[in-house]
């Protein structure tokens, strides 16, 4: 359970602008690098993959400019850090996927996760591009509905996605919320059913081994262990749509 404070952006025009590193001092980097070992020499499955930094935000009023960086997953030791000359906040996606009642569908990450047991949306991290493409909304839309399909097995258009929200919450961590179509909850549940035994039989295992619906602050407080944005994203978005049903 996690009692931080949520920050909601609502502008709906999102800039992504790359830039430069912060610099690391050497003691810096050190301490970095010996807290990556010890990690992985406690859990050997890490992999220091490609990672994107938020440096810095921007609220434009109509235009938010979201700042960031190529690392890689072993920056975020420098969060264990007494100090650090910068913070490496993570930038992620999420999809809010309706259900025909109102309520959202959220997953509870399974113990080969990073946050074993934690409830959430279906999301993950944003990834920095390729060779020759661009970290962009479109990008960011492109890997929300790819997150949807790895972890609950519902296939969604990227087109079909709407910004929803952005968030920034612990450790200064970015989420770029998107809203995806409803879809009857029984059908949902089934396909993340499908997608579990087919995980299991390849000897994996699904990245979401439970999944929920829920309607309120309450529903997902009762539950124990939640991501930070969850409470506040899930009253939003309830708010919002008791407006426009009247």
Known sequence: MTD???EFFDARVLRLLEVPVPRLSPGERTAMDRFWEESVARQPALFDGPAVACIAVED?????VLSWARVTYRYRALRRLDTCSWLPASVFVTVLQPVEDGGLIIGRSSGSTASPGRWALPGGSAEPPGEGETLDLAALRRHAAQELVEEIGVVADPQDMAVWGVTRGEFGNVGVHFLAPPAPAAL????????AEAEVARGTGPE?????VVRTEQDV???GHYADFLPQVVTRYTAERTLRTG
């Not at 949902?188 to 997608?195: M, P, S």
């Not at 979401?208 to 929920?212: E, P, S, T, Y």
């Open 4 to 6: 931080s404070v949520v």
């Open 221 to 223: 407080t009762g539950l």
């Open 208 to 212: 979401l081994d439970q999944l929920a």
């Open 60 to 64: 434009a009023g109509a235009e938010l």
């Open 188 to 195: 949902v549940l089934k396909h993340h059913e499908a997608l």
